[in-house]
């Protein structure tokens, strides 16, 4: 769908776009023509009101009607002749939600049958066939084609008519033009009419794709949060509780304060997953400058880090926040470290430790969705061995 997919196409394959008017484009229509597809455009609103005003356009070929019974020889031919025509205007009927689903062969064949049927009542109309192609443009019209097409198509078959019509009268009179100017004005005015309504439906469409996409980019986001936050979270509380069980004994003060830091951490998480599904959590760099102290003290790693986030600029210390919780939930995971210093500028942060270094494919999740965010601010992320011997994180935004 590359065409189509550079317009926002998005659609349930083979389902009308519209419960009302299903008109599409051939470019727009979603994939094969399918019997479901075709029934559901059948039996769609807009084809309920097409088939009642195409009814009442039908009450047109009474003077046809008449014509060939004037002409007709015998009762039978009478007969046959009234068949076709009846024939023609069941056609005409269906030529519209017919051709909707189709793409733009299927709607050529249903133009070119509605035209064939057409001719069939020359026998008994002859030149004057040319008064029931009204019916004949409106479907072509109908078929809402590309205009490059839709015009000349009108256009020849109205020319068609002018000489068939010249013919008919025997030279030109002032009757020669009514036919094929109706046949020309009804056509186009029924064509700007498809047209308006495959241009609803695309409009539609793109809504549709729109909706989509932020859906999904809703759940991308949600779902990084929910990593970083319960990441985080879950890693302090974690060595919290490691560290309670080693003091238990050693000193049972301490270690009733720090299971009261796990709770509060607990129930501090909970309120952040919480705020997170809702939309409303922000992310701080002080914030977490702050976090981040309480746990490394709690994994025993030593933090070398500014007092303050005051260098970092106000635009970016949302992501640095972001960055600085995901980068120590890693020093404290996986660097085995002791040692973990961090470092923030205007518009960068770097997060190093003197751990085991990165390993051969480095970047879980979490770095992966990390750098989704640092890509989406227009940043840079990099990684690699720090200077003091283990793994580097500096972001540059």
């Known amino acids: 769908m590359t065409d189509r997919a550079g317009r926002g196409d998005e659609m349930v394959p083979n389902h009308p776009v519209d419960p009302g008017w299903p008109i599409l484009r051939p470019t727009d229509v979603p994939g094969p023509a399918t019997w479901h597809a075709v029934r559901a455009s059948l039996s769609s609103r807009g084809a309920r009101s097409w088939y009642l005003g195409a009814g009442i356009s039908l009450i047109w070929l009474i003077s046809p009607g008449q014509g060939i019974l004037q002409v007709a020889a015998t009762p039978l031919s009478a007969t046959i002749g009234i068949a076709v025509l009846v024939l023609y205007g069941a056609a005409f009927l269906l030529s519209g939600p017919l051709q909707w689903p189709l793409p733009a062969w299927g709607r050529i064949i249903v133009f070119a049958a509605l035209l064939g049927i057409s001719l069939l009542l020359t026998p008994w109309l002859g030149w004057q066939i040319a008064g029931v192609w009204t019916y004949v443009g409106v479907a072509w019209g109908m078929a809402a084609m590309p205009w490059r097409v839709t015009w000349p198509g009108i256009l020849a078959l109205s020319a068609v008519a002018v000489a068939f019509e010249f013919i008919a009268h025997g030279g030109y009179t002032d009757n020669v033009l009514w036919v094929p100017a109706i046949v020309l004005s009804v056509s186009l005015m ?48 974690a060595a919290k509780s490691e560290l309670g069980e080693r003091l238990v004994d050693l000193d049972p003060e301490r270690a009733k304060a720090e299971m009261a830091d796990v709770a509060g951490l607990a129930r501090g998480a ?127 935004l």
């Open 270 to 396: 909970l309120a952040d997953v919480r705020a997170t599904v809702a939309g409303f959590r922000g992310v701080s760099v002080g914030g977490e400058l702050a976090a981040v102290r309480v746990a490394l003290d709690a994994a025993d790693i030593a933090l070398d880090a500014p007092v303050s986030a005051d260098a970092v600029h106000p635009e970016h210390r949302e992501l640095a926040g972001w960055v600085l919780r995901e980068g120590v939930t890693n020093v404290i995971r996986h660097a085995q470290a002791t040692r973990c210093r961090v470092r923030l500028g205007s518009a960068s942060i770097a997060i190093d430790d003197d751990g085991v270094g990165p390993a051969p494919a480095a970047g879980g999740s979490g770095l992966t969705g990390l750098r989704e965010r640092v890509d989406a601010a227009g940043g840079t992320l990099s990684i690699g061995r720090s200077d003091l011997g283990g793994f580097r994180l500096e972001v540059r």
């Open 190 to 237: 029924m064509s700007a009419f498809a047209h308006t309504q495959a241009t609803t439906a695309r409009l539609r469409m793109t809504q549709r794709h729109v909706e989509a996409l932020a859906a999904e980019r809703e759940r991308g986001r949600v779902a990084r949060d929910l990593h970083d936050i319960l990441g985080h979270s879950l890693t302090v509380i």
